[in-house]
């Protein structure tokens, strides 16, 4: 989307956050891979300015189609070429959208939708093709609490299994030892 108006020259140590393909997760913002530009320059792309709240959705590979929300710690950004902004309307909520895309038939959807060879990638008129089941709000709420709960009963499990990981080595290293 930024031709030449947006190369890697252009980057400083500090200024306005540029959200780039290594900051989409599967559902989580990565916080590292940090580039800004002066805020003279992205005075000049403000088409494509980001805010928290914002969902953010990867265009190329590895998978194409993810998506993450911007958390509210990242102050008023751009993205990059092959990042996508996505800002829904109210009655559509962005981590029901989120959890969609990020979904085995949401990623396979984007998939179908996508092209080339080496690496997949969607651009946009791909990806406005892309259909989105949107139940009434108060069911995607519904929804996305479900996902979100049972997301942090596994993010306890897998706690849980690596604590006991830890216990056993540490038994064994003991009968090992005696």
Known sequence: PFGSRLKSSHYVAN?????????????????????????????????????????VIAALAEPVGRCCQVPASIPPAIVKADCVRLRPANAVSPRFIMHWLNSPAGAKNAERHSHGVGRLRINMQEMRALAVPIAPRSEQDRVVAEIEKQFTRLDEAVATLKAVQAKLKRARASVLKT
């Not at 780039?20 to 494509?48: C, M, P, W």
């Open 15 to 55: 200024g306005v956050r540029v959200i780039r393909l290594g900051n989409i997760g599967v559902g989580e913002f990565k916080q590292e891979d940090e580039a800004y530009i002066s805020e003279g320059h992205a005075s000049q792309l403000t088409r494509h300015s980001v805010q928290a709240g914002d969902l």
